[in-house]
């Protein structure tokens, strides 16, 4: 039988926090247990690959571009080596858009694996600030302890080295996070000649202070009230969605491991274990909370007691409220596969877009002024002005051509000119044609745009012709 203390608390979760002291007010540091298990050490190997990335993207280059360069102070942004200018804007706000839709479809389905398992956040705190903390403090226990005691030397000892390689691991993290958005010269010439970059400097170090902060004080408070996605899983998620769950079906009712134990109980011996693993603080058996960051460090510790007591494992598990409740095992539903394709559809979407984007921008207008001029052997002529970007990082020599027979690009100026990298520049150029060739006022006209030799793009221009034409 659960015992009268259980009862009342699964009553009452909802009217505390179980991370603020209910008189006080006060928060209540999570100690967490350290966790291990299959699922811990997949998170591990998860982590590393994810780490090793992180820390070697800035470095990257693809065609002279970084592989991700988010410059928002600049305007400038490189995905996967393909510059991308404010002009682009439309391929952003599509982005954003199949992005939104991605994250909504992704948590429908998938509830908040994205947390558990590739959270920037998760990953820090639980695979790298937490595990030194282990080293350096011990397990819960231990960290119970050392917290309570006075400060002697032990405790100023290895909290002092706790902090200090904290700082030292939140000044890289920093360095890596700035070298995404200002590029990774900027941070080498920081490094290099810090007298000349006081800006980026002191940026450095307020970076690494907030991420000091985070990881050594703030903690779970980011995922559980700070962080936009996690506030929205109330919203997100249905019955249908996959969580980390508590079978109570199975579990309940739960009671201590004995000899004696009842048939009629549940498989949930009431051991606490996924409670004290629990980073963010929660009783998982209460049901799915917000505070929920799906680490799986509740399943394995789990896993392992049912294994101790000879009971299947699974009791947590990733699973969803509808399959729990009609005992139904978790099978990708017809629902699964539809938002499977669609959010295969919208990568697929995305990916084209980058992929056939071109390296040039170009504009063409017509002049303000005469309509066409005429000029001697019968040749009629329109004058154009030419807007173009180069948004590559090589300059191009740019040449006009045009697919009509009948028509000729003559530029004003060089016929070849030159575009610096990462420049814009307007040129003016003629169209010429002979008036007896010309067959209707208004024709389009298609000016293929050549860069380095190699047609780059075809834009479309209206020619005029004399007005007894029609
Ligand atoms: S309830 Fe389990 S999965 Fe959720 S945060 Fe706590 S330990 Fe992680
Ligand atoms: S770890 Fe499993 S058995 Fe122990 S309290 Fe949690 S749900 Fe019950």
Redesign the pocket.
Known sequence: MPTEKAIQEAKTFRDKISTVDKNSGKRLWVFAKKPFGKLTNLRTYVSWVYLILFFATPFIKINGNPLLLLNVVEAKFSIFGIMFWPQDFFIFGLGMLIFLTFIILFTLVFGRVFCGWVCPQTIFMEMVFRKIEYLIEGDMGAQKVLDKQAWNTEKIVKKGIKHIVFFVLSFLIANTFLSYILGIETMQNMITHPGKNIGVLIGLLIFTCVFYGVYAYVREIVCTNICPYGRLQGVLLDKNSIVVA?DYIR?ET?GKFSKNREESMGD???????VDVCPTGIDI?NGTQMECVNCTA?ID??NH?MDKVGYDQG??RYASEHSIANKVKLKASTRIKVFSAILLLLVGIMSFTLASRKDIGATIMRTQGKLYYELPDGIIANLYSLKLQNKTNKDMEIRLATKSKNARIRMIGDDHPIMPKESKKAYTFFIDCEASKIKKRKTTMDIIIMANGKESRTVSAKFIGPMHID
């Open positions: 508590y579990g739960r949930c011996i009431d051991c606490n274990q996924c058996r509740c510790a789990c007691m009791l947590i």
